[in-house]
Structure formats: C-alpha cells, structure tokens
DNA sequence: CATGAATGAGCCTTCATTCAT
DNA sequence: GATGAATGAAGGCTCATTCAT
C-alpha cells in the first residue's frame, strides 16, 4: 500500500471517529484502532492531532465537493439541479444523523461536528455559484438578482429544510417533497407568485 | 447581588469564553477571572463545566429568542418582519465574528460554537413560525405550501447570506440589500418571477 | 452555653462523623451540620482540621477511660473485672460496627478509625494494669509473669474474640460465652490446664 | 520485565509510601518516584489510586500470610509455633515502627495503616486456626474451648504484648521472653495455674 | 459571636507525543 | 517502517480556611 494510500485509510477512519465524538473527545488511539494500526505509526503519517484533524476535515470536504460536482453535472436545468442538490443534502445529513444516533451524550460533539457541515455549506456555495451563474446566463434565473444572493437562498432553503425534515421528523415521514422545495425556491414563498401564475 | 444575578454575571463571562475558544479549550479558569471571581466560586454556583455549559448555551438561546420576539413584534406585515429578522441575524453574526477574531487559531473552536448559532436557528424556526402562519391566513404568502418549508425558505436564506457577507466581504462592502434579500424569498430567484410582474 | 460545653457539643458531632468517614472524607462542614452550627463557628472553637481530630479522638479516649474504670470499680475479684471488660469491649466495638454500616463504602475508612480503637486499648491497658497489679498483690494472678505481659494477655484475647464474633458472626450468634473468655485467660489453653484441675 | 514483574515493583514502592504516608497523604507521584518511574506509568497498570491501594494491601496481606505459613510449618507442637508466631509479629511490628519514625507527623497515617496490621491478624487467624484445631486433634489444647476462642487467645496476647515492647520500650530494652509469653498463653495467667503445677 | 460565600492550593487522572525495540 | 510502553503537562474539581457581614 503507496503511502497516499495509507493516509487515505487514516482519514476514512479518523472521520468516523472525529465525526462521531468531535476533536477534543477522539483519542488518537481511537483513530489508530479503527483504523487497524498502532498509535505511533498516525505520527508517521501526521505531525499532530490537530494536523490530521485539518486534513481529514479537508478530504471530507474535497469527498463532498467532488459528489456534488457529480450529482450536478448530470442534469441540464437548474431546478433538477436544486432538486439533485437537495437529495445530495438529504443524503449527507441523514449519514451523520445517524453516527449522532451512535452516541448517546453527542450533544456538544454533534454541536462541534455539526459546524464542519456549515463549513461544507460555504464550500459548496461556490460550486452551485457556477451553475447559478451559467442559469442566470442562460435565462432561468433572475438577473436581476446577486448570484450570491441567490445562491444563497438555494443553499440555505434546502440546508434547513432537509435538516428540519431528517432531525425532527419521524423516520417514516421523512418524505421529502423535493418539487416543492425547488418551486418554493423558484417561484418564493410570497402569494403574488401564484396569483400571477399563467397556467 | 442576588444568586441569580451573580448566575447571570458569570453566564456573561462563560457566553464570551466559551464562544471565543469553544467549549473544550475553555478553562474553568478562564471564565472566573473573565468574571472577576475565583476559580471555586463557579463551582458554588454550578456542579460541573458541562452542565455550567448546557446552561450558558440555555441562556445565550433564550436571550437570542427574546431578541427576536421583540424585534419581529415591531411590524405589521411578514415583509418587514423578515427584513426585521435579516437586520437581527446580521447583528448576531456580527458580534460572533467579533468574538472569533479576537482568538489567534480559532479554527477549531470557531466549528463548535458555529454550531450552537445552527441550533439557535432552529429556535428561531418556532419563533417564525407563528409569524409565517399568520401571514399565510392573512393571504400576505403562498397557503399551497407547507409553512415549515416557508419558514425554511426565509431562515435558510437569510442565515446563508448574511453570514457569507459578513465573514467574507471586507467590512467597507458589508452593506445588505435588506430589500432584494425580501425580494428574493417572496418572489423567488426563478426567471419568470419578474417576467411575471405586474408592473 | 458555656464555652466547653459547646466544645463537647462539637465533639460529640465531630466523633460520629470522624468514625463513620475517616479524617480525611470528613469534612468540616459535616460536623458543623451535625452540631447544627455553621462551618466558620467550628474555627471559632479550633485552630484546625487535625487539631480538632485530635481533641476529638482525646475526648473519645477520655470517655472510654472514664467509662472503663466505673465499669471495673464494680467488681471486686478480676475473673469479675475481665468479665466486665469483655462487656464493655463488645458494647464499644458494637457502636462502632453500627456506624461502619451506615456508611456504603466504609473499607478505607474503617481502617483509619479501627486503630483509634487500638490506640485505646493501649491506655486501657494503663487501667487494667492497676487492676492486675492489685490482683497479683491479692494472690489472685500469678506473680512469676511481668504484669504487663498478664494485662496484654487480657487485653489482647478480649479485644481479638470479641472483634471477631460481633464482626464475622450473624447477628443472632453473636453471643459470647463471657465465663469460657475468661476461663481461658485464667487457666491458659494448654490441655495441662484442665488435668490438672482440682474439681 | 514482564508486566507482573513491573507491577511487584509498583506494589513494592506503593507499600513503603502508603505505609509511611497513608492513603490520603500518598500522591500517586510518591508512588511513581519511589518506584522510579513516571506518574502516568502507574496508570498503566492500575486503574486508580484507590484499585492501587487495595490491590497493595492484598498484596501485602498475601506475602505476610505466606511468610507466617512457612515460620509455623517449621514447628512441630503448638508450643514452638506460637513462639514462632511472636516473633514472626514482632519483626512486623518492628518494620511498620521503622517506617512510622520516618515521618514527622505521622500519627493520623499511622492510624490508618495501623488498622491494616489489624486486617492482617484477622486472616492469621484463619492460618492459625488450622494449627490450632490440629493441636486440639493431638491433645496438645483444651478441647473444652471453641478452637476461634483459643486461636484469638493467641493471636491477642502476642499481638498485644508485642506491640506494646516495640512501641514504648527503649530499643535496647526490648527484649522479649518468648517462652514466658508462650506460658502465660498455655497456662493461663491465674494463679492456680502456678499452683497446680505438677513440677 | 455566628455565619457561609468566596477562595485557591493541591491532586487525580487523561492523553498527545516520543522513542527504544 | 511499525509499534505501544512510558511520560508529564494540563485541567477539573474539592475543601480547609478566611473574613465581611
């Protein structure tokens, strides 16, 4: 196994474990035995905890950026794009909700953890910004509009309707109307937005 | 000063601490002399550091949704009430901003109590969605929606944005257009929202 | 209430709670509450912690001496006196029993406070030496052996038996066969003593 | 040096201090210097200070058990092993003593430590029993006493009166006559049993 | 006098990091 | 390279003692 190999099984162990107890409380023992290895041989690959917390945070990040840019790239239109951009969010959450779930006190972990998610948010702004822009280009989307803004008003509506629907639903409701969310996005939430509707 | 004024001093020295350096690199230390008192006297007044913690957490949400009562209570229809809640999100971050930058390497800390402002959100969610209910039987939004998902749509946009224009604008152009962000949540950042306008 | 009799009542509260936990689980303001004063009127009363342990534990002796000797005046010849001792010791070490039990925990500190009550048979041996030197004088106890070693024989068989059957004995069995105690410290266990009795 | 080995090593060293210091007084570091290792090491091997110290107490009560165990083998009648006994309890004591002078203060430690001694003649008693019962079965013991009334006769008289030599004689004068001991045990200390001697 | 809120020295314990094997 | 035994710095928490009321 090439050494980038190595440091790639440490990163996918130390995710599991930093996601599911937070940095202070991962020992990197705990990292070490997940991943199969003894403790002294992480500092062969990393200087410090700190170090391979950063990293491991970054290959979590490049992992999400990479999907997204994936799930993206298969659709045309920007609703699909949105609506495939929420399922993605949906995915993501639900994944760490359940290593929550692992713990039983996770509540200031799930808190620091939770923070690398907004993080994550931030990053992908600047990959849906493209495909923002591209729309606004290509007439589907208000230019009269900062792309930032509307940017944004994608990213935020579904972060926190997704997270809404997985954290305090029932698991059995947890159908998600994605065409809803993407209209609502699309169309505001404002009544004159279907009064005027020419259908 | 009363025990529970003396309660509240210190919930001011732990909010700041805390906030600053997160909840594991914060010394019990730290917030005594933070709060002009002796190590012994936090312990006089709560059992342990987490659960001193828990109820900091408590107190900085409380107060956040007291703010936030009050400042939607001051206006009549749901426009002014998200443009009212943009301005106080804006504060909010602002002020935590202020508190990040005050730390060196606040990385790490900055991720776990980014986080308690998300929980803080969900708060606001219920405090919203009153107001949105409201709105929506007084025909001011769309009652073919689910109002969870308006609420949604206006906290996530709102949350999104103003912390992306704080945190990377420079101060000079960290001014908001309050009424586009309305703008957008209502009307929706689809294309034919303006092609659809009356005027 | 004078001075030195608030001092006994410290005592007092003070010896129950110095038996039950040992010095050092004993905090000061154990015994303040068990006197049902406040902690700082104990330090109106003792320079210290140790100095107020060992006032205690001298008071705790004087008792025990005090008590002791009333108990042996009432006897005349020392088979009656052993007798009464043995009693006595059962009736102590008893007392203590109870208190230990009280405590869930009580191996460690059980261990601290037992040797206070060895260090009281070391002045009870003080007491019954007077006792044994009288006897000796009166013929009643063998004037070859050094009176010292004929009181710790006393001491020593009484303090072991009795500490073993109000200790290790079922509560319905703990009787003692007061008369054989102190037949066997009298006539010695060598099977000599027995074939050669005159009855 | 195998992990038992270093735990021997550990007992060796916590011994000395717990003895000389008491629980409460020893500093785990005590322990770790004396042992000449660092402090955490002691945590490899021993889940607290507390699990430390039960585990040095049983440790000791083992080795003096199985060094009591070969003094009395030695011994073939009742007689020479009580003898045996003394002054196996007489170099105890004397060790203990050594330790106790180190200290300046050390009459609360001494205390508490002193107690551990106590534990210890209860399980003597236990080896002693069976020496006993066995030298009832040969007619070398009264056969009319309950063989746990005999056993603490003995156990009693020695401790008590070797304590006594050791801790308020002079060091020169501490001799102790063992013989007259074993007499005052055997043939009891009234004065008949001088008087009925068949000599 | 009596009180108890305030204090901070002190110690157990954890765990990142090192290094001999 | 890989390992895990050894280390000691660091921090939460306790409680004897003080002192303002």
Redesign the interface.
């Known amino acids: 196994m090439s050494r980038e190999e190595k440091k790639n099984e440490i990163f996918r162990a130390a995710s599991q474990v930093f996601f599911s107890k937070?940095?202070?409380?991962t020992k990197i023992e705990d990292i070490a035995k997940q991943a199969g290895i003894g403790k002294g041989t992480v500092y062969e690959y990393f200087e410090s905890k700190?170090q391979l917390?950063?990293e491991t945070i970054a290959f979590y990040h490049q992992n999400v950026i990479n999907s997204l840019c994936e799930a993206l790239a298969r659709w045309e239109n920007i609703?699909d794009k949105i609506k495939a951009y929420a399922q993605f969010m949906t995915e993501i959450i639900s994944n760490h909700i359940h290593l929550f779930e692992l713990m039983a006190d996770s509540?200031?972990m799930?808190?620091?953890?939770?923070?690398?998610i907004?993080?994550s948010?931030?990053r992908m702004?600047d990959v849906l910004l493209e495909a923002v822009t591209e729309a606004i280009s290509k007439?589907?989307?208000?230019?009269?509009?900062?792309p930032?803004?509307?940017t944004?008003?994608?990213?935020?509506?579904?972060?926190?309707?997704c997270s809404?629907k997985i954290?305090f639903s029932e698991p059995e409701t947890q159908k998600i109307?994605y065409d809803?969310?993407v209209?609502?996005?699309?169309?505001?939430?404002?009544?004159?937005?279907?009064s005027?509707?020419?259908s």
């Not at 937070?22 to 409380?25: D, Q, V």
């Not at 007439?139 to 900062?146: A, H, N, Q, T, V």
């Not at 209209?183 to 279907?194: K, L, N, P, Q, T």
């Open positions: 937070g940095f202070e409380k700190l917390f950063e609703g509540r200031v799930a808190r620091e953890m939770g923070a690398v907004l993080e948010n931030i702004g007439g589907e989307l208000r230019p009269d509009l900062e930032r803004l509307i944004s008003t994608i990213l935020g509506t579904v972060t926190q309707y809404l954290m109307d809803r969310l209209d609502a996005v699309m169309r505001g939430v404002g009544a004159e937005a279907i005027n509707q020419t």
